[in-house]
């Protein structure tokens, strides 16, 4: 099984940017096809970015689409979620999970891992 980790989370600013982390262990993180949540208070977990194993190929959530990069790097066993351009609405935890399967959907159920979550919050 892989265990993963988020960092990097914080006080930002809107209009501000933050880099989060994610360090996989356990396993080698280049079977795995990656993703972050999120969850706002009162809200439901929205998928937010996904990378796929092998191909790299990327999808993300309208919301965030231009303003949010996700990248990986397994010779580190470490996936990124670079986020710019950070609005009020973007504050919530974010989570970092795995999947065995080769395509990054949006839907939870897929991922059989997750981390513990990091606190984002963007004030206004």
């Known amino acids: 099984q892989v265990q993963l980790v988020e960092s990097g989370g914080g006080l930002v600013q809107t209009g501000g940017s933050l880099r989060l982390g994610c360090k996989a262990s356990g396993r080698n993180l280049a079977i795995y096809t990656m993703a972050w949540f999120r969850q706002a208070p009162g809200k439901e977990r929205e998928f937010v970015a996904g990378?796929?194993?092998?191909?790299?190929?990327?999808r993300y959530a309208d919301s965030v689409e231009g303003r949010f990069t996700i990248s990986r790097d397994d010779a580190k066993n470490m996936v990124y979620l670079e986020m710019n351009s950070l609005k009020a609405e973007d504050t919530a935890v974010y989570y970092c999970?795995?999947?065995?399967?080769?395509?990054?959907?949006?839907?939870?159920?897929?991922?059989?891992?997750w981390g513990q979550g990091t606190q984002v919050t963007v004030s206004s």
């Open positions: 999970a795995a999947s065995q399967g080769p395509a990054a959907p949006p839907d939870q159920g897929t991922y059989g891992y």
């Open positions: 990378i796929r194993r092998s191909t790299y190929r990327t």
